[in-house]
């Protein structure tokens, strides 16, 4: 397949820190799910599409070790692949062309030339593969409806001058959205992740749910009731 990437070099160099030692593996999965959210970004995907993307990327190097393909290259066939699953369909051009101005910024879109038809294939190719990786179970839960769910339930629980005075919703969203650059959404529960970044936010901001030292049990087990947070 043909590698696609950052001095369009293939899974080793980029699997690659300082000095040509191999960089942890988190540390490269980190930055291949950040190129699927700006990309999704830019490509008009919602946010359960890029979800999907991120997951999809993540489950496939749970099977395959990291070395084997170009993680990018895996990152552009999971956005293709997360297109379909949530009925947002991308042309492989648009993201051949969005991915080529994320790594060489205020570079023109490449020409219709064998390097473009090649990056093309492999990107087909590379869905195919990962299709028959994942056993075709492609579809999955995410936390963003519960979290909306928990949200709206806790703004009428709050006191209005709590709520206003305190991005809790904004923050809310932005660490479910960086849960996706690790493995998080294939090791716990859509439910037990949305509960968990709510609780964190509300932390955060010292902000206590009303009468919780009173209750019999944590506010956080009124909606999933087999949660335990320490």
Not at 117 to 129: G, K
Not at 148 to 156: G, P
Not at 205 to 230: C, L, R, S
């Amino acid at each position: 397949m043909e590698a696609f990437g950052p001095d369009s070099g293939g899974a080793g160099d980029k699997a690659r820190g300082a000095e040509g030692r191999p960089a942890p593996e988190a540390r490269v999965h980190f930055r291949v799910t950040r190129f699927i959210m700006e990309a999704g970004v830019k490509l008009g995907m919602q946010s359960i599409a890029v979800a999907t993307a991120c997951t999809i990327y993540h489950k496939f190097f749970c099977e395959i070790n990291l070395d084997a393909y170009d993680p990018y290259l895996v990152a552009m066939s999971a956005l293709y692949l997360a297109g379909k699953v949530e009925e947002q369909h991308l042309r492989t051009r648009d993201i051949i062309n969005v991915s080529n101005r994320y790594f060489h910024p205020g570079s023109e879109p490449l020409e219709l030339d064998s390097r473009f038809w090649a990056l093309r294939d492999s990107i087909v190719q590379c869905e195919l593969l990962m299709l028959r990786v994942l056993r075709f179970q492609v579809s999955f839960q995410h936390p963003h409806k519960y979290l909306l769910h928990y949200l709206i339930s806790l703004k009428n629980w709050l006191n209005r001058y709590s709520w206003q005075r305190t991005p809790i919703s904004v923050t809310a969203w932005a660490l479910l959205r960086d849960s996706y650059h690790g493995g998080l959404c294939l090791r716990f529960r859509a439910q037990h992740i949305a509960v968990a970044v709510l609780h964190l936010a509300l932390q955060a901001y010292g902000v206590e749910v009303p009468a919780e030292a009173e209750a019999e049990k944590p506010w956080w087990q009124i909606y999933t009731m087999d949660t335990e947070i320490p």
